[in-house]
């Protein structure tokens, strides 16, 4: 056993005695604080203001051709994912009409021809809908009633009582599931959501079934210890392939074993149990410091045992959530670990002709730059040299997470370069993705004069614009310590914490057994609808 690992397993055990706040007591904003908070605003009135004028009640607004787009069953994913920020920022008369318009949908049916998400469904709609019914004083039981028309479809995921893990796509029309593989992300990112409509419905089958998904997911065989496979079956609850990671296909579910623990104190340990064995299990095989600039990252393992030297903007939640469960569980370490993830995911940002951070990355460390793919070319080379990563897919959609992990970090340190970050980023955004009304992704983060993406994401209003807007506002608004953000950045209230999360004696992996994955083709992690058609276009 090495030093550090003596050092960490002491350090978890003499962590149960006290619990501190997750939030830097005494945090003070800077003066440009309201300055920058309106420069968010900002975006988001004119992003909204677009939505309404050439999209309102559709999914997303398309900004350059100013038409629309229906990628998550045409029931209006921008207005279910903006209410929460809406309410925050203050926005009521279009809460209001938001409320209205929710009020006045079918849920029951889709409006497209398309099958529905489980996981997309469940993080947009359903969390959206119980997180503005909770910011706005409970005030709108139709919220709670619309996430229970959704969530009364979404059961029949679970084919026969038997089933543990519920099918990623239903067909509403007839209440069949789409018979194919899923992975856990899909399948391990239900709890919060449902355990908060069965608290407000007063129906414990929907926090029952979400929690044996999950449950299925900790006691499985893996690959590696606490870390489950990418790919799981339905029907056989078995692993398909080895691949792990923490990024899509994964991430969400590793996310809310902390969460979930936070948000309902459970006195079941295994939630918080599994997340710290996860993360021992990561610090002890995935932890990977590129050969330039000493940058910090997980790396994935993939079927074949190898290590693969890659990144992602969906993974780079990862470091916000060692920061958040290094507070719950007392425990120094992972917050540091975490805050040197963040910060080598901001360089990701900070190293572009934009200030933009790209949707896949890669890297060298020690043991060498596999990533399973081709190897870097001269011009990425020249990159890495100068940056400690180089770029493989250079796109952004308006993704959230490494200003997510940012957020974390300034309001856990109070470091003004976390809160300097998210100003750059604010300048960053208003100057290269603003386009012919509101806001777009584009398709090459390094070059200045890049081609916009034809597509407002859902997640821009709730995810990106509520990160920034909160880490420029009072630290008491919406504090670590009295809420838990869902994957989709959906506040839920939580009861005051307790003084540790997890059984307090170390990681604790379930036991052994023999890990014999599937084979099958496995779904996209995280598809976006209209970018794929954009790029088939």
Same mark, same amino acid.
């Given at each position: 056993m090495t030093s550090f690992r003596r050092w960490f397993l002491a350090a978890l055990a003499a962590s149960a005695v006290k619990?501190?706040?997750?939030?830097?007591?005494?945090?003070?904003?800077?003066?440009?604080?309201?300055?920058?908070?309106a420069a968010v605003k900002e975006l988001f009135v004119t992003s909204y203001e677009a939505y309404q004028t050439y999209a309102w009640g559709h999914d997303d607004l398309f900004?350059?051709?100013?038409?629309?787009?229906?990628?998550?069953?045409?029931?209006?994913?921008?207005?279910?994912?903006?209410?929460?920020?809406?309410?925050i920022m203050g926005l009521t008369d279009w809460f209001e009409q938001a409320v209205n318009h929710t009020a006045n949908t079918d849920f029951t049916i889709s409006h497209t021809s398309d099958t529905v998400s489980l996981f997309e469904t469940t993080i947009r709609y359903v969390g959206g809908f119980l997180s503005a019914y909770e910011l706005s004083g409970e005030k709108y039981p139709v919220l709670v009633e619309k996430a229970q028309d959704l969530a009364d479809q979404m059961a029949y995921a679970w084919v026969g009582k038997d089933q543990s893990i519920p099918y990623g796509f239903m067909d509403f029309t007839d209440h069949q599931p789409t018979i194919d593989t899923s992975n856990i992300a899909e399948a391990g990112t239900l709890t919060l959501e449902w355990n908060r409509l069965s608290q407000y419905s007063g129906n414990s089958t929907y926090q029952t079934l979400a929690e044996k998904s999950?449950?299925?997911?900790?006691?499985?065989?893996?690959?590696?210890?606490?870390?489950?496979?990418?790919?799981?079956?339905?029907?056989?609850?078995?692993?398909?392939?080895?691949y792990v990671t923490w990024g899509g296909g994964s991430d969400s579910y590793f996310e809310y074993l902390i969460k979930y623990a936070r948000l309902t104190n459970t006195d079941d340990n295994s939630y918080a149990d599994a997340w710290l064995t996860a993360v021992d299990t990561s610090m002890k095989t995935l932890l990977r410091f590129s050969t330039v600039g000493n940058w910090l990252y997980l790396a994935d393992y993939d079927d074949d045992k190898?290590?693969?030297?890659?990144?992602?903007?969906?993974?780079?939640?990862?470091?916000?959530?060692?920061?958040?469960?290094? %507070?719950?569980? !007392? #425990? @120094?370490?992972?917050?540091?670990?975490?805050?040197?993830?963040?910060?080598?995911?901001?360089?990701? $940002?900070?190293?572009?002709?934009?200030?933009?951070?790209?949707?896949?990355?890669?890297?060298?460390?020690?043991?060498?730059n596999y990533t399973g793919n081709t190897a870097p070319n001269q011009e990425q080379l020249d990159f890495y040299h100068k940056h400690g990563f180089y770029i493989t897919a250079p796109d952004y959609i308006l993704r959230p997470e490494v200003l997510e992990s940012n957020f974390y970090a300034w309001r856990v340190t109070g470091d003004p %370069?976390?809160? !300097? #970050? @998210?100003?750059?980023?604010?300048?960053?955004?208003?100057?290269?993705?603003?386009?012919?009304?509101? $806001?777009?992704?584009?398709?090459?983060?390094?070059?200045?004069?890049?081609?916009?993406?034809?597509?407002?994401?859902?997640?821009?209003?709730?995810?990106?614009?509520?990160?920034?807007?909160?880490?420029?506002?009072?630290?008491?608004?919406?504090?670590l310590d009295e809420y838990v953000f869902n994957t989709e950045c959906h506040p839920f209230k939580a009861p005051p914490a307790k003084s540790n999360y997890g059984s307090g004696s170390g990681p604790r992996p379930v036991p052994w057994q023999p890990f014999s994955p599937e084979s099958a083709p496995l779904p996209s992690a995280s598809p976006i609808p209209a970018f794929i058609m954009n790029l088939n276009s």
């Open positions: 619990a501190e706040s997750v939030q830097k007591p005494g945090l003070q904003l800077p003066p440009s604080a309201t300055v920058h908070q900004p350059v051709s100013k038409t629309y787009f229906d990628g998550r069953n045409g029931w209006g994913a921008s207005i279910a994912d903006a209410m929460g920020t809406m309410w999950v449950q299925h997911m900790i006691q499985m065989s893996t690959p590696l210890p606490g870390m489950p496979a990418q790919g799981i079956n339905p029907k056989t609850g078995n692993s398909v392939g080895g190898n290590i693969r030297h890659v990144g992602s903007h969906l993974a780079c939640f990862y470091g916000g959530n060692w920061i958040l469960g290094g %507070k719950l569980t !007392n #425990n @120094a370490t992972l917050v540091l670990l975490g805050l040197q993830l963040t910060d080598a995911c901001w360089n990701t $940002y900070a190293s572009t002709a934009t200030g933009i951070g790209p949707e896949v990355f890669s890297y060298m460390s020690s043991d060498g %370069k976390y809160f !300097n #970050n @998210a100003v750059s980023a604010t300048i960053s955004f208003k100057k290269y993705l603003s386009t012919t009304v509101a $806001y777009t992704g584009i398709y090459d983060v390094n070059n200045a004069d890049s081609d916009k993406i034809d597509d407002m994401e859902s997640f821009w209003f709730a995810e990106v614009l509520k990160y920034l807007y909160l880490t420029f506002d009072d630290p008491d608004h919406i504090s």
